[in-house]
């Protein structure tokens, strides 16, 4: 079982930054396929950002350039740097890791942490 425990989250002014952490329990984080999702008020879960095993990364299109996930896996941690934030990242962001090396497949999730970007 692995439990994810989000941190960082908090109040920044558009074009500042934060980081964000997601701490996991277990012995298998190096092998999760680690992401940061959001979601608004009103509006659907959505990916941020990923990184897998092996450290290649995607992100979404409104966060490219701007955001940034790396993981530690001596340290069983994930971040979300994120810079030049806008009032829409305001949401709250969840951590969450995957693995299909499992049976049957484990997908886990934080509890979330909020982000308030606002002058």
């Known amino acids: 079982q692995v439990q994810l425990v989000e941190s960082g989250g908090g109040l920044a002014q558009p074009g500042g930054s934060l980081r964000l952490s997601c701490a996991a329990s277990?012995?298998?984080?190096?092998?999760?396929?680690m992401g940061w999702y959001r979601q608004a008020p009103g509006k659907q879960r959505e990916l941020v950002a990923r990184?897998?095993?092996?450290?290649?990364?995607n992100y979404a299109d409104s966060v490219k350039g701007r955001f940034t996930i790396s993981r530690d896996n001596a340290k069983n941690t994930v971040y979300l740097q994120m810079n030049s934030l806008k009032p829409e990242d305001t949401a709250v962001y969840y951590c969450?890791?995957?693995?299909?090396?499992?049976?049957?497949?484990?997908?886990?999730w934080g509890q979330g942490t909020q982000v308030t970007v606002s002058s």
């Open positions: 969450n890791g995957f693995t299909s090396s499992t049976i049957p497949p484990q997908d886990y």
């Open positions: 277990g012995s298998i984080f190096s092998i999760l396929r």
């Open positions: 990184i897998t095993s092996g450290g290649s990364t």
